[in-house]
């Protein structure tokens, strides 16, 4: 069974940085090919997807978080990365990641984010 648990969430205030981690296990050797993804949902809102990785590292932003967001990947370390720089108070929310292979789907319990002005 695949395992996903973000972390290093917390409160900054805006114009700050954090850097959001997600480590998958059960994955054994497939991590390197799963395509990888950080979602956020602001409360009231519907979750949203701001950032993706695949398999050979290329990567895809939402606009809100294209400049300011960097999504990565250790595949040795079976984890996957959300830098966040420039952080504005509507990035508020809980950020959870999703793994997804040959069809299956997997979530993380989500970690909160927020920014205070």
């Known amino acids: 069974q695949v395992q996903l648990v973000e972390s290093g969430g917390g409160l900054v205030q805006a114009g700050g940085s954090l850097r959001l981690s997600c480590a998958a296990s059960?994955?054994?050797?497939?991590?390197?090919?799963?395509?990888m993804r950080w979602y956020r949902q602001a409360s009231g809102e519907q979750r949203e997807l701001f950032a993706r990785?695949?398999?050979?590292?290329?990567?895809n932003y939402a606009d809100s978080a294209t400049g300011r967001f960097t999504i990565s990947r250790d595949n040795a370390k079976n984890t996957v990365y959300l830098q966040m720089n420039s952080l504005k108070p509507e990035d508020t929310g809980v950020y959870y990641c999703?793994?997804?292979?040959?069809?299956?789907?997997?979530w993380g319990k989500g970690t909160l984010v927020t920014v205070s002005s």
């Open positions: 999703k793994s997804t292979l040959y069809g299956m789907e997997y």
């Open positions: 059960g994955t054994g050797s497939f991590f390197s090919i799963t395509t």
């Open positions: 990785i695949i398999r050979g590292g290329d990567t």
